[in-house]
């Protein structure tokens, strides 16, 4: 797929963003990444494998339009960096944490953020909820809970979450 037609499924869902070449082309290596390390250590499923310029990719372009800048954002249960790794690709210089706490995802994680350059990428090997500095974040996550319940969980382990 060229990165005219990666840029064409985003309009067809909808999503009128730009992403610059360089953060598609770095997109394009974490997909590259995770697909070798998922043949030997199964840390993405088999649909997100088959296409996941269209099962990954389009809805952390969705996340993204939505992003506060400035705030980190933490993804919790991220699994293989899905979506928290892809967003660190569009947007390199905004702090992303990234909650696992399964070590095989964990160093994949951190081998991800090093390969790519991702210097505000930070992985922490815990379940939710955990302590986060800073304090103010944006929580994201596919399917470890309730939406409902993010709230709650954060103010019991001291974290400052705003519900939007």
């Avoid at 569009?90 to 696992?100: N, Q, S, T």
Wanted: charged share 20%; with cysteine; glycine share 6%.
């Amino acid at each position: 797929m060229t990165l005219a037609q990666r840029r064409e499924s985003c309009r067809s869902a909808g999503l009128d963003v730009e992403i610059s070449d360089d953060s598609l082309k770095r997109i394009h290596r974490y997909f590259e990444l995770r697909s070798h390390w998922s043949r030997a250590h199964n840390i993405a499923g088999p649909k997100a494998m088959r296409d996941p310029w269209i099962t990954d990719f389009v809805d952390a372009v969705a996340i993204y339009q939505a992003m506060a800048p400035g705030l980190a954002l933490v993804d919790v249960g991220t699994g293989s960096g899905t979506p928290g790794l892809l967003l660190a690709c569009m947007a390199p210089d905004h702090p992303i944490v990234l909650v696992e706490p399964i070590a095989k995802r964990t160093a994949f994680l951190r081998q991800a953020s090093h390969t790519l350059g991702l210097e505000h990428v930070q992985t922490i090997r815990n379940h939710w909820p955990c302590p986060i500095h800073p304090q103010e974040v944006q929580v994201i996550s596919r399917a470890v809970i309730s939406p409902a319940l993010w709230p709650q969980l954060a103010v019991s382990a001291g974290q400052c979450v705003r519900s939007v």
